[in-house]
T-cell receptor, first 112, second 113 residues
Framework: GQQLNQSPQSMFIQEGEDVSMNCTSSSIFNTWLWYKQDPGEGPVLLIA?????ELTSNGRLTAQFGITRKDSFLNISASIPSDVGIYFCAAHGSGNTGKLIFGQGTTLQVKP | NAGVTQTPKFQVLKTGQSMTLQCAQDMNHEYMSWYRQDPGMGLRLIHYSVGAGITDQGEVPNGYNVSRSTTEDFPLRLLSAAPSQTSVYFC????????????FGPGTRLLVL
């Protein structure tokens, strides 16, 4: 079945550093999404990408929809302690029904 | 708006017991879904619904049943709990489909002994 490979699995960085994580697949998708999950809570949408090549920013976060439609990356600039959490990529095929596939997640820890 | 609510927050079951995880949303969303989250595996879709009276299977539907009699509610039933169903369960909803912003509930932690 369709699968998303997210890397790295975990990161431990110093406050102020930039962070980069990515998601790849052997399948083509029409939508890429990035979610963040704080401890003990449900995921919250950070950025949604709907067009191949699209580059979108949300504050210190920047994400891109790969031109091949098989990958996406998320960058966080100047990390702060509240960036701690699990980041998930998610992808969807055509239309607006059906299944949303999630990556395995990247656990981010930030040292003050 | 309360958003997406889930009950209970935590549950312990014995193998073979049945139970229903409740999910409700007050945003008049058509699309609702259930995921399970296990360490190192991300979120996996169990079942989803595109509207009242319509449900479909996700990636890991075995051992779970759903129904959608109203727009607001989307309960998940475990017919005969197994230790492999120990997990954290999340319900989510969106206005009309999977590719839109999905709003997640706080989760239900289930332990099956």
């Amino acid at each position: 079945g369709q699968q998303l490979n997210q890397s790295p699995q975990s990161m431990f960085i110093q406050e102020g550093e930039d962070v980069s994580m990515n998601c790849t697949s052997s399948s083509i998708f029409n939508t890429w999404l990035w979610y963040k999950q704080d401890p003990g809570e449900g995921p919250v949408l950070l950025i949604a990408l709907y067009k191949a090549g699209e580059l979108t920013s949300n504050g210190r976060l920047t994400a891109q929809f790969g031109i091949t439609r098989k990958d996406s990356f998320l960058n966080i600039s100047a990390s702060i302690p509240s960036d701690v959490g699990i980041y998930f990529c998610a992808a969807h095929g055509s239309g607006n029904t059906g299944k949303l596939i999630f990556g395995q997640g990247t656990t981010l820890q930030v040292k003050p | 708006n309360a958003g997406v609510t889930q009950t209970p927050k935590f549950q312990v079951l014995k193998t073979g017991q049945s139970m229903t995880l409740q999910c409700a949303q007050d945003m008049n969303h058509e699309y609702m879904s259930w995921y399970r989250q296990d360490p190192g595996m991300g979120l996996r879709l169990i079942h989803y619904s595109v509207g009242a009276g319509i449900t479909d299977q996700g990636e890991v539907p075995n051992g779970y049943n759903v129904s959608r009699s109203t727009t607001e509610d989307f309960p998940l039933r475990l017919l005969s709990a197994a230790p492999s169903q120990t997990s954290v369960y999340f319900c989510a909803s969106s206005k009309s489909g999977a590719r839109e912003t999905q709003y997640f509930g706080p989760g239900t932690r289930l332990l099956v002994l």
